[in-house]
């Protein structure tokens, strides 16, 4: 109850910055602005729900205390249209996505210190803002997994962390060619792995961009993360995980070309270390610049020695740029998925209006 009317309060001042700032002295260094999203969904799954759904809003405070110092909050509401604090029960979710203090050194040295969205791969740091990307849905290996009876689905990495860390950007020569680094160290997946930790175990984690400049709109990306998950993919309590990403990307006016692969090793629930794979390809290209045909296909090798099971995903969708910060989304999906030689699948349809404001 005092959790949820502290967040319900947070929002209303950040509000009160924003629509008031006559108020205040330095209004001129406060910015705040967000992003939504409402979908539909339907699906001839077994047991799947058929429906809308207020998917998220987010909205995003910043406050420059000086050139070098930066405050960023992120207050997010998902999963519902009502949210009522005198319940015990609620159809929607308040929660501090982000919350950190960062400082600038120079555009090769940063520092950021608080919560934080994990700087893994193409899609970590924006597969909430759907506004940014062109499928409803971000990539499989950015999403929840469940991989065995009894055992909770889990994302393969954590998407947030609460640390520091250090990050900037080399530029190689006067053409353009640059490097981007973001390293840091947080608590990782413990009990308590939104605020303090229960134990000593720490996360690292850290991820490098290469952009040449003998192609604009090209680069390459790896990505790193390790931790002891307190609940484990496998469902072994505080288990050793690691997770190596691997990315390419090439965007220009009309095309975008991306390919991502990960492999991430735990421990299943027989106690024998496991290795998934997770790769996907994707295929977009936009006419007249408001209309946009996008193609994905993926694929989740759940036990590299077990070829047997395998999980597929093709969409096929189209994104509408309804004006500049407002995207018609709609998609169909293919799943298949191969388990000793038995082969099932389902279809899902989903359709989202994303908004950035």
């Not at 210190?113 to 499989?140: E, Q, R, T, W």
């Not at 990782?188 to 961009?209: C, E, H, M, P």
């Not at 999906?333 to 349809?349: A, K, L, R």
Request: some cysteine; proline content about 3%; hydrophobic content about 35%.
């Amino acid at each position: 109850m005092k959790t949820n009317r502290y967040k319900i309060s947070l929002i209303t001042c950040l509000l009160i910055l924003h629509y008031f700032p006559d108020n205040f002295s330095q209004e001129r260094k406060y910015d705040l602005y967000g992003y939504g999203q409402v979908e539909y969904q339907a699906s001839n799954k077994k047991n799947s729900i058929n429906g809308f759904n207020q998917r998220r809003i987010n909205l995003i405070g910043e406050y420059f205390i000086d050139q070098n110092i930066r405050v960023l909050s992120d207050i997010e509401y998902e999963g519902g249209s009502e949210l009522n604090t005198t319940d015990s029960i609620y159809n929607g979710g308040i929660k501090v996505s982000r919350m950190w203090i960062e400082y600038t050194l120079n555009p090769a040295l940063n520092f950021r210190a608080g919560k934080m969205l994990s700087p893994f791969g193409l899609y970590n740091l924006i597969h909430d803002a759907s506004a940014s990307y062109y499928a409803v849905d971000a990539p499989l290996m950015y999403l929840r997994f469940k991989f065995f009876p009894g055992v909770r689905a889990q994302r393969l990495i954590s998407k947030y962390n609460t640390g520091v860390s250090v990050f900037g950007t080399f530029n190689l020569n006067k053409q353009g060619s640059q490097i981007e680094y973001d390293l840091g160290i947080s608590n990782g997946r413990g009990s308590l792995a939104d605020g303090t930790d229960a134990n000593q175990n720490k996360a690292v984690y850290g991820r490098i961009l290469f952009r040449p400049s003998f192609l604009n709109g090209l680069q390459f990306g790896t990505s790193y993360y390790a931790d002891k998950n307190l609940s484990g993919i496998g469902g072994i309590e505080n288990d050793y995980e690691t997770n190596l990403g691997i990315d390419f990307q090439y965007e220009n006016n009309s095309i975008q070309l991306q390919a991502e692969s990960m492999l991430s090793t735990f421990t299943n629930p027989t106690s024998v270390r496991q290795t998934t794979e997770v790769h996907y390809v994707q295929v977009a290209y936009t006419f007249w610049d408001v209309l946009t045909p996008f193609f994905n296909f993926t694929s989740v090798l759940p036990d590299f020695k077990n070829t047997e099971n395998t999980y597929h995903r093709w969409n096929a969708g189209l994104n509408y740029a309804v004006s500049a910060n407002l995207y018609l989304k709609s998609e169909i999906q293919f799943h298949t998925y191969e388990e000793d030689n038995s082969e099932n699948g389902f279809i899902v349809f989903k359709s989202s209006l994303a908004v950035a404001f």
